[in-house]
């Protein structure tokens, strides 16, 4: 009679730990997107929201928390570029000055 509720129970934990959603899934960070940036000629020096990367020249591909981003490359200094990425999401950001 033991063995019966033992198994019972292991039943009933298995259905909950494995069939159901985890309650920390909604917890869980967005995946990254991804920025993709060139430029004409490469070797660009890049600006995002305000911040020089220094350690970035054109081409470059930037993983990124999901949001807008005002996008800045060294040939093209007047010109901001605004891009919004998705999760999951490249996006294309070039210069042809």
């Known amino acids: ?19 159901l959603p985890s309650p920390l899934a909604s917890q869980m960070p967005a995946p990254l997107g ?14 995002i929201n305000g911040v020089l990367r220094t350690n970035n020249t054109t081409p470059v591909t930037l993983a990124v ?3 807008t981003y005002a996008v800045i490359i060294g040939s093209c200094k007047e010109q901001t570029i605004t891009v919004t990425v998705a999760s ?9 000055p």
Request: net charge positive; glycine share 8%.
């Open 65 to 67: 928390v999901p949001g």
């Open 88 to 96: 999951g999401e490249t996006k294309e950001v070039t210069c042809k």
């Open 34 to 47: 991804r920025l993709h940036i060139t430029s004409t000629p490469p070797g660009a020096s890049i600006t």
């Open 1 to 19: 009679m033991r063995a019966n509720r033992v198994v019972g129970a292991s039943a009933i934990l298995f259905t909950w730990a494995f069939l």
